[in-house]
T-cell receptor, first 115, second 116 residues
Framework: GNSVTQMEGPVTLSEEAFLTINCTYT??????LFWYVQYPGEGLQLLLK?????DKGSNKGFEATYRKETTSFHLEKGSVQVSDSAVYFC??????????????FGKGTKLSVIP | GAGVSQSPSNKVTEKGKDVELRCDPI?????LYWYRQSLGQGLEFLIY????????KSGLPSDRFSAERTGGSVSTLTIQRTQQEDSAVYLC??????????????FGEGSWLTVV
């Protein structure tokens, strides 16, 4: 079956520090990969996505590259802000076949950015 | 409405009671999903509705859980004879078509259920 493993938190960084949150996956087919973010008191929001190998998703200064050879989709940001404090979820969905509408999530990584 | 709306936002119930959680998806979205977010467990898929097709109920954890979607819009998730392990955040989401077609899925803020 499909699975997503992401680094456990919590992660605490100072403002303007470099962020990496590791994510690796196991899938039977060729999935699409996603990062979702959950800000305090809000619902999950799509942050970025990549649908095929070597694609780079980017949004709000965050980037992640779909690496098929290492089955990874690590999230990076060069300079974090206090407003980036949230829980980040890596997820995948199969591009075809039964259950392709399902998202399989990692357990989430809580990021706290201090001034 | 502008987004996926869920109610109640918080519910505390006694063990053994039944609860109903409601989801109002984004207008025009044909696909509707329920997920459960338990402490330390991440998000689990529960059920998926797409248009008039039979729902995929494969993620429902037991026969105490059921869901329906009336008129292709509002959905209700029902948990009968609640147990303490049912305590979680129940998230509803919707999309215009399936995410396997590249559509973005939009989540509600969730219903926090506590069984005491």
């Amino acid at each position: 079956g499909n699975s997503v493993t992401q680094m456990e938190g919590p992660v605490t960084l100072s403002e303007e520090a470099f962020l990496t949150i590791n994510c690796t996956y196991t899938a039977t087919g060729y999935p699409s990969l996603f990062w979702y973010v959950q800000y305090p008191g809000e619902g999950l929001q799509l942050l970025l996505k990549a649908t095929k190998a070597d694609d780079k998703g980017s949004n709000k200064g965050f980037e992640a590259t779909y690496r098929k050879e290492t089955t990874s989709f690590h999230l990076e940001k060069g300079s974090v802000q206090v407003s980036d404090s949230a829980v980040y979820f890596c997820a995948l969905s199969e591009n075809s076949g039964a259950g392709s509408y399902q998202l399989t999530f990692g357990k989430g990584t809580k990021l706290s950015v201090i001034p | 409405g502008a987004g996926v709306s869920q109610s109640p936002s918080n519910k505390v119930t006694e063990k053994g009671k039944d609860v109903e959680l409601r989801c109002d998806p984004i207008s025009g979205h044909t696909a509707l999903y329920w997920y459960r977010q338990s402490l330390g467990q991440g998000l689990e898929f529960l059920i998926y509705f797409q248009g008039n097709s039979a729902p995929d109920k494969s993620g429902l954890p037991s026969d105490r859980f059921s869901a329906e979607r009336t008129g292709g819009s509002v959905s209700t998730l029902t948990i009968q004879r609640t147990q303490q392990e049912d305590s979680a955040v129940y998230l509803c989401a919707s999309s215009f078509g399936g995410i396997n077609s590249g559509n973005t899925i939009y989540f509600g803020e969730g219903s926090w259920l506590t069984v005491v």
